[in-house]
């Protein structure tokens, strides 16, 4: 049986909705309060959004992995205020470019680089979210931020005007503001059309399940059952696994260092030889530390 009140539920989030949203209705399904999220996704965009539920709200931030990879359909010819197809039409323009001249300009925008924050974001600054600002019409002076874009792959022209492309990325970018970095580069405006996060972190769009098949299985009791919520070690799958034996899994536990630990430097998920997973801890100089438990001690 699944426990309902502790683990990671990866959500095909829906359209329309906003990442706050999702989280309320899972609220009374789940019947805890005690519920986050990793990674805010716009109500337009669909895909990937990671609930960790319960104890496992603590690994959200915790995750040796934070990248991201979208399904993001470029229009050009359109541009809107807040950079994606909800927005007020700014501007409109003729486009006559075709595949060839989108592919030519997406190695530009590949690797680190600095990109502003839009208006229309969660973003803060003084305090307040920019989008507050934006939906009084003004304009707030921001600050860059370092972003990697790791990949753009050209999947093809969907409709006349609009571009299908897979972009992978570091946490922190606005495929909206690449969007329409992509029509500055062709010289023509553009904006979003449409968003699908297919990956975040350690979690693919393959282990989510729909809101409406969650809340049926919820009211069916189905979600009690294995296969719907995961593990909270499934947030760390990138790091290495650590088995303990005695004294060294007493130490985790009374949060007391283990010298002349046999293993290299790094950052751990840990089990006991049980194969009970515990949480993480890091070896540094043959000594072993506990960083943060996710079980109770028996």
Request: hydrophobic share 40%; aromatic share 6%.
């Amino acid at each position: 049986m699944t426990n309902l009140t502790n683990g990671i539920l990866p959500v095909d989030k829906p359209s329309g909705w906003t990442s706050f949203d999702v989280l309320a209705k899972l609220r009374g399904a789940l019947g805890t309060r005690r519920l986050g999220h990793a990674g805010t996704l716009d109500p337009m965009a669909t895909g990937v959004l990671v609930v960790f539920v319960g104890g496992a709200t603590a690994a959200a931030d915790r995750q040796p992995d934070h990248d991201k990879t979208y399904l993001a359909t470029v229009r050009l010819g359109l541009a809107t205020d807040t950079g994606d197809v909800t927005g007020t039409v700014l501007r409109t323009a003729p486009v006559t470019l075709g595949p060839d001249d989108v592919r030519a300009v997406l190695p530009r925008f590949v690797g680190p680089q600095q990109q502003l924050p839009p208006m229309y974001s969660a973003v803060k600054v003084d305090g307040q979210p920019l989008y507050k600002a934006a939906r009084k019409g003004r304009t707030v002076e921001r600050t860059p931020r370092p972003i990697t874009v790791y990949s753009i792959d050209y999947l093809g022209s969907p409709a006349p005007g609009d571009h299908l492309l897979r972009i992978a990325c570091s946490k922190g970018t606005y495929v909206r503001v690449l969007a329409e970095d992509i029509g500055a580069a062709l010289g023509v405006p553009a904006t979003l059309a449409a968003l699908r996060r297919v990956r975040a972190g350690a979690f693919d769009i393959s282990q989510c399940h729909t809101l409406p098949d969650i809340l049926d299985a919820a009211h069916s009791g189905a979600l009690a059952q294995n296969g719907w919520m995961l593990g909270v070690e499934s947030a760390f799958t990138p790091l290495p696994a650590l088995t303990v034996e005695e004294p060294a899994r007493t130490h985790l536990f009374n949060g007391c260092p283990t010298s002349r630990y046999p293993a290299a430097d790094g950052r751990y998920r840990v089990y006991d030889q049980g194969g009970l997973f515990l949480g993480l801890a890091t070896v540094q100089g043959g000594v072993l530390r506990v960083e943060k438990l996710f079980c109770e001690r028996d």
